[in-house]
């Protein structure tokens, strides 16, 4: 889904949108560290990058989102993390950055495995990346009040929670989950410990 509560109030614009520079700074030289240049789905931690390349190895719907973003000139960062307080599994979170003709994105996903199975959390991470290449599609999506409104446009408000979710993002999902089944190649889990970056919301 898309998390839209840290932006619910206009006057929180400008504190998230601060932090949201700060978390893509951060980032861009941790990618470095990790040889991950010059991929556009990214993560600071080898257990989630581990994932993603899995899912591009045993899923041909999960790649063809890979290559989406890159084509879409995108750069999507992964981490472990809870959203809503915990109360989600993943999320896009509520910031856009553009820098140099690019858009920066950011996914948290749960490193909880009670609550997603590693297929599970693979499609999961399919979701979130469905959610992403929907603002990468948008042009006009720059910046946290176009991403609102770009959703309130495409997107169906979910009852009891602030944020945003599509059928699209549901049926990427469920189309990685079922590539994922039908025999591709299991691999060890892998551990989750998270190590991500400060939540936005902590800065609230």
Sequence with gaps: MVYTNAVRRRKRLARVALHAVFVCVSLFY?????GAEAAGVRSTNPAVTTLIKEGATRSASFQRLLERVDE????????FGHCAFGHLNGCLLPFV????????????????????SHDGLIALIAHELQHA????AHPEVVDLESMLAMYARIG????GRSGYETSEAHAAQEAVLSELARGGLRRPRVSTEPRVMPDPHDFM
Excluded: C, H, W
């Design 97 to 116: 950055m553009t820098t140099n003709g690019g858009r920066y994105l950011r996914i948290l996903v749960t490193p909880d495995q009670t609550r997603a």
């Design 72 to 79: 879409l000139n995108g750069i999507v960062y992964v981490e």
């Design 133 to 136: 290449l929907e603002v990468l």
């Design 156 to 159: 169906r408000p979910l009852s």
């Design 30 to 34: 941790a990618s470095k560290a990790f």
